[in-house]
């Protein structure tokens, strides 16, 4: 029988840690501009488009990322499309991600007093105007720390794509542990590459945060 | 090409998606009094507790709050036997939804802690109650008061986590939706009855837990 070496699983779940790290970014670089419009279609003056915004935050932060992640992969199939789990994955993390990211900066838009909103008024800037040059430099200060923040909740939610077959991190710490007969071991070295990569982003955003209290 | 429906075919099967809910509820209220309870204990060491602990429990909530829970399910379920603890699927989901919330319950906690005034202690110090006392009477209600909304998101964000509870066979809601469509090969129309529960799980848990909060703490401005 084949021994394994603990050098022999790291290597091999570092490998497939890229994938984790890859669809994380793909998924919060989405999220974030699917987010954008989103935010901007929940500020417009447009009652019903506010509140199809809300009830799409509502619809993906009260039901579990699982299955949303299972409809997305039976539902495009079920469409006809060539379901590939990385397409699957992608739509649904980076729709997850976008309702988040608007819910977190429509709070900070809404912590901007009304005030501002009418100076842009009064000096004639259009929605878009006052959006682009007096709302949003000011909002976004506050937003970085709690997007950040946010990154980690995306890293982690990737771990649920292995469910669906995608092999990242968790995946191939499972195929690992099949072939390796080492679960304890396996397990460990799995949750211990997440916190690489995830403690340095909360810490990042925990900085940030103080950085924003102390001015 | 037309795409059929058949929602019937899954509705059929209430008893499962019955005992599925049941499962879920049941997690969920265990893991959450638990969770929040080993939370509040967290927090009154990280605040006031035997210095000794303290790095011990920051690197507890720190370890759960930057990894997954399918991981830290999957260590409980299958790494653990390794080390000569074996336990069934559904004490591994409780024990594993407990740890998890209570590293996040224990911050939120701490949050509400680092908030109270400080003449609230020096009152409760000159009525000569002791260190424990003053900690449990006069500095967690209020504290728990002003954390009560994050705990229950907290809470309904474990609810719809221990979806994945069901990979290690947990006999809970989305394990019903997978038998289901491995019985009637519906597997979108399971998943979207199943996802249709979950979202009224959570607005009926957050409801709930408002009232709760509304209840236990009078005077709270909005649970």
């Known amino acids: 029988m084949v021994e394994f070496t603990l050098w022999d699983i790291l290597r091999n779940l570092l490998f497939a840690a890229r994938w984790t790290v890859l669809l994380s970014l793909i998924a919060f670089v989405g999220g974030s501009l699917v987010g954008l419009l989103l935010l901007i279609a929940r500020l417009s003056t447009h009652q019903l488009l506010g509140r199809a915004v809300a009830a799409y935050v509502q619809l993906f932060q009260g039901t579990p990322l699982l299955m949303q992640l299972f409809l997305a992969y039976f539902g495009m199939a079920m469409l006809g499309a060539q379901t590939s789990v990385w397409t699957a994955a992608t739509l649904a993390l ?25 100076a842009g008024q009064a000096l004639a800037l259009g929605f878009i105007e006052q959006l682009r040059h007096i709302i949003l430099p000011q909002a976004g200060r506050i937003a970085v720390a709690p997007t950040v923040g946010f990154l980690v909740q995306v890293v982690k939610g990737t771990a649920l794509t292995s469910v669906i077959g995608f092999v990242e991190l968790t995946k191939a710490g499972t195929m690992i542990t099949n072939a390796t007969f080492k679960p304890f071991v396996v397990y460990s070295s799995v949750a211990l590459l997440y916190f690489l990569i995830c403690y340095p982003i909360s810490a990042y955003a925990r900085s940030l945060e103080r950085k924003l209290d102390a001015r | 090409m037309a795409v059929e429906l058949d929602f019937a075919a899954v509705l059929s099967q209430w008893p499962l998606l019955l005992l599925g809910v049941a499962w879920t509820v049941g997690l969920t209220a ?7 309870l080993l939370g509040i204990v967290c927090a009154w060491v990280a605040s006031q507790g035997p210095r000794w602990l303290r790095p011990l429990v920051a690197s507890y909530v720190e370890l759960i709050r930057n990894t997954p829970f399918i991981v830290q399910l999957f260590f409980i379920f299958f790494g653990l036997p390794a080390a000569g603890v074996r336990l069934s699927p559904e004490w591994a989901s409780v024990i594993a939804m407990v740890i998890n919330l209570g590293a996040y319950s224990a911050e939120i906690v701490r949050a509400g802690i680092q908030a109270t005034p400080k ?8 009525l000569a109650l002791s260190r424990m006392q003053s900690f449990i009477f006069v500095v967690l209600p209020p504290s728990l008061q002003r954390v009560w909304p994050a705990l229950v998101s907290q809470i309904i964000i474990v609810m719809l986590g221990s979806a994945v509870c069901g990979q290690i066979s947990t006999p809970e809601l989305s394990f019903a939706g997978n038998l289901i469509q491995s019985r009637n090969f519906r597997a979108f129309e399971s998943y979207i009855v199943i996802t249709v529960l979950y979202l009224a799980l959570s607005m009926g848990a957050r409801l709930l837990l408002n009232r709760l909060g509304a209840r236990v703490f009078p005077g709270a401005h909005r649970g």
């Open chain 1, 94 to 118: 980076t729709l997850y991600s976008s309702a988040f990211l608007t819910e977190i900066w429509h709070g900070c838009v809404l912590s901007i007093s009304r005030g501002q909103w009418e």
């Open chain 2, 119 to 126: 003449g609230h202690i020096e009152a409760a110090a000159s």
């Open chain 2, 30 to 36: 265990i893991s959450a009094s638990l969770g929040v």
